[in-house]
């Protein structure tokens, strides 16, 4: 039985302080400059994403039934064929699946009122609210995996480095993403747009947090 029980919560705005920071790479620019130049802009779309957006995440632990080198079994019959997932969670004992959505963003986007200005700061918010979320989700698995005194590895999304992008259906399948707005296409994309998933490995080896971490501060 998993320990991970699952939770869907709403992710509070005012904690997600690293979304400016996330923003501003975005837009390939300093702090300074966009305030010298855009200040107007930048307050009053950062206003309106705070009032238009809203941040959702979903996660649920599932045990591990049997592991190869190519595939991981989980209860309830959903097996993640992965070498990769293989390789870097073979010490889990628990996978989490989880996802994270910036709800009212395409919204915002499709607004004709906007101004190329407008409509480049929101996208920037998108981004920064979007990979923000994502890193305060995944705080609060390793919380929840602290809590219960075992360890989690970094998140893992498919699609990126070797992690098969076919994955979100088995994802999909564990958890149902659509309770908290995502949706997927028959080619993989998710809308909201600024919508991200991911496996989490869990176990009571501390190592489980290094495996595979080389790109650690971003995932």
């Not at 130049?37 to 309106?48: S, V």
């Not at 979903?58 to 209860?75: P, R």
């Not at 190329?116 to 929101?122: A, K, V, Y």
Request: charged fraction near 25%.
């Amino acid at each position: 039985m998993a320990t991970i029980e699952e939770r869907i919560c709403d992710i509070p705005m005012d904690e997600l302080t690293t979304a400016v920071d996330f923003a501003l790479e975005s837009l390939q620019m300093d702090k300074e400059r966009v305030m010298k130049r855009y200040a107007d802009t930048y307050n009053e779309t950062l206003a309106r994403c705070h009032e238009d957006l809203k941040c959702q995440g979903i996660y649920k632990g599932f045990s591990v039934v049997s592991k190869s080198e190519d595939e991981i079994e989980l209860e309830g019959g959903v097996v993640l064929k992965s070498k990769k997932l293989a390789e870097v969670l073979h010490r889990a004992d628990e996978i989490v699946a989880y996802a994270v959505t910036v709800n009212g963003h395409d919204e915002l986007m499709a607004d004709p009122d906007l101004s190329m200005f407008e409509n480049m700061f929101c996208n920037a918010w998108g981004v920064g609210f979007s990979m923000s979320a994502h890193r305060w989700f995944k705080k609060a698995i390793q919380k929840a995996a602290r809590d219960a005194d075992l360890y989690a590895s970094r998140g893992w999304f498919p699609g990126e480095e070797g992690v098969e992008l076919n994955l979100q259906n088995e994802l999909f399948e564990l958890i149902d993403p659509s309770r908290i707005g995502i949706s997927l296409s028959d080619t993989g994309v998710m809308t909201p747009v600024m919508s991200v998933n991911g496996f989490i490995g869990i176990c009571a080896d501390p190592a489980i947090c290094n495996d595979g971490k080389d790109n650690a501060e971003q995932h």
